[in-house]
């Protein structure tokens, strides 16, 4: 069946989800059932909009291809639409069929994390429903937070996981210079996922120490034990450095941002004065005495630091495009690319589909046997889940000194 | 006459001043007068406890060479020691001349901000007081902050500067990938001048935007006309980006961000729980609707990211702690070696030494003629100074994914 090849993207921002579009856009240049390769500007919301762009010309460019592997974010933009249920409104769908006719879309590749997928089920489940034979949906995951299942990895989690490492490496090195105690907290993101917070430990790769305490949202975290597990390091380290989870929770299930955040709220009338950086470090001020402390906040950096790429995510983040796109031009639909891992030495994957339903709406969080007995770090097994995933570097290209990007619309 | 050659770092760390140390070294391992080369741990504090540690040996090293000009912080260490005035008390620099003497050292390159300046004015005045003719000490300039005088720009500045133009230019494009409005406000470090919040608006050099609103501590800010900016900037584009040093004062001179904090101080008895841009981002919470808030430190990033280190920063440190060890071997003391910019285009410079006295605690702040009138942006000839900085690119090694550093202690 020859058609046009659709590609749209959704969820947040990542270094490496455009690679995932040249992906799609490198299987669709060299398929003989593809006719044009069109994005929709801002993922499904761009759809129902009917506003797409021709990629064909654009990415026939290896200068462009190039450029579009090393601009971070989302080169076609995202959304936050959920779509109604299918049982329950049939109006949405209906009208994403007749566009997809209207526009002679045969394939269509979704980039994006649980949200995403979730809209590539429900699209599957009622083109299914339907009987419709000519239109197949893919899914290709995307997710910083790494924590879509069936996959072993999401695109985008090793070039965070590279820029954590990188991170903590630097402020390792940072806090070091002076010979007075430092105690540093630095919030990583991750609500109810630990992932991202783990790769801190990926800073002892180059001889460094690592953090000393290591906290993912997957365990809680009382306060006392905090104080001691800091008192304990302080008297080990002169300079004691602490990944956190956002997400961290004590042991009521209360975000431990929230529980401060709430008394402030009645005094300022505002909410989100702190994150769980800034709550553990006034912590520390209020109960530690004879130590500088600071908080950091990673913030967006964490997501959009397409310096930091790391080569073995931006390459499987392609491969998974191409992937998706292969597997929608064979006929599959209502399925998600993923990346099965054959061996950790040497590093070896291979690309699959799995079930979108299966991965819809479902977290994967860390084993609760990676993370240590004491909760704060985590285990060998970790370090060699993580390691392959941040090798190899990008080469960038520059533009008066800044990193050059590339522009879609 | 042939002496060992010492060299020490103070102040806070950057992504340049260990090039400095290799500049130093090289010019050391290549004189006929040099006999050791010495590094002190700590700065002037490792001086007074004699920590010293042998350089030759590890820098003889090509790859031990380009590793010291990739891995951030300070190497050697830093310290916050303020030698007292040598009129009131001459103990601590009769201790220094002793131990300079014991270990032969006839060469001292002295490598910092403001207060590393103030040390190598004041052990000059009394080594001239005192006739001393063995000890020779010079001064090389290091502050991300860019405000030392005589020198056209400071190393690390340049690395930093990099860093921030790429980060803008990457949370442009984070921000752009959602169609609903958006406020961020980006806090840079920065006390009392400005250099590196200006540097912001080299996210533009890759066709970006660059933030619509740059607020330098040098000019007073009101509330009221913060407001009004940032509703004349929401109508024109949908992501408004602001970058803010955390030094910026209202119109009574008092930091914005304490203004808040001393509210909060009463309540939580603690001061810093939020900088400038947590108070910015409350204001335009309170005032302006219909946005998403978000507020960012770039905090220690900025000042230890080798990874985005400048080319140009890093060769004109190394030059100038070759520069400063010329001129302490040439017999020169009271010094520091310094940047003269002979032009833009081409971007020519040629190294100096200026009078260290003159140096020594003062602070070059932004021209206020480099900032608009109307206090929201730079200008042209900003841009023009800071586009040079910028440019080029450090090739890095890394080690299992994470960047190679070296440790001298």
Redesign the interface.
């Known amino acids: 069946m020859r058609a046009n090849l659709l590609v749209a993207?959704s969820g947040g921002?990542s270094a490496a989800i455009n690679a995932t579009v040249s992906g799609v856009a490198e299987f669709g240049l060299v398929s003989n059932n593809v006719d044009k390769i069109l994005g929709a500007v801002?993922g499904i919301?761009g759809v129902l909009n009917e506003n797409f762009i021709e990629l064909c010309d654009v990415l026939s460019s290896p200068r462009n291809m190039q450029l579009l592997c090393q601009?971070?974010?989302?080169a076609l933009?995202?959304?936050?639409l959920k779509l109604a249920d299918v049982d329950k409104d049939e109006t949405i769908y209906e009208k994403i069929v007749s566009i997809f006719r209207k526009h002679n879309i045969g394939y269509f590749v979704y980039i994006g994390g649980n949200d995403s997928m979730d809209t590539v089920r429900k699209l599957s489940l009622y083109i299914e429903k339907k009987g419709i034979e000519d239109i197949k949906v893919m899914g290709a995951p995307k997710t910083i937070d790494n924590d879509l299942s069936l996959t072993d990895h999401c695109p985008g989690f090793g070039s965070a996981a590279?820029y954590i490492?990188?991170?903590f490496?630097?402020?390792e090195?940072?806090r070091?210079?002076?010979?007075d105690q430092s105690i540093t907290v630095v919030e990583v993101m991750g609500r109810n996922a630990g992932w991202l917070t783990a790769a801190s430990i990926?800073?002892k790769?180059?001889?460094?120490h690592g953090p000393q305490l290591i906290y993912l949202c997957e365990k809680p975290l009382s306060k006392e034990k905090f104080i001691e597990d800091v008192k304990r390091e302080m008297k080990k380290s002169l300079h004691v450095i602490i990944a956190v989870s956002e997400g961290v929770k004590d042991e009521d299930g209360r975000y431990l941002s929230e529980s401060v955040q709430s008394g402030d709220e009645d005094?300022?009338?505002?909410k989100y004065?702190?994150g769980v950086a800034?709550v553990l470090g006034?912590i520390i001020?209020?109960n530690i005495s004879g130590a500088k402390v600071?908080a950091?906040?990673?913030?967006?950096?964490q997501?959009?630091?397409?310096?930091?790429a790391?080569l073995t995510d931006i390459y499987e983040s392609r491969m998974l495009g191409q992937k998706a796109a292969s597997c929608a031009i064979e006929g599959k639909t209502g399925r998600m690319a993923a990346v099965e891992r054959i061996s950790n030495n040497p590093y070896k994957v291979r690309y699959i589909d799995v079930d979108v339903a299966k991965v819809a709406n479902l977290e994967k969080t860390v084993p609760l046997e990676w993370i240590t007995e004491d909760g704060c770090q985590v285990t060998e097994e970790m370090l060699e889940y993580l390691?392959p995933l941040?090798?190899?570097?990008v080469n960038?290209t520059?533009?008066?000194?800044?990193?050059?990007?590339i522009?879609l619309y």
């Open positions: 993207q921002p801002n919301q601009t971070p974010a989302a933009g995202s959304c936050r590279k490492a990188t991170t490496t630097e402020l090195r940072d070091a210079v002076y010979n990926l800073a790769e180059n001889g460094g005094v300022f009338g505002h004065i702190s800034n006034d001020r209020e600071r950091i906040e990673l913030n967006l950096m997501r959009c630091s397409a310096r930091n790391s390691r941040i090798q190899g570097e960038m520059f533009i008066n000194g800044t990193p050059e990007h522009r």
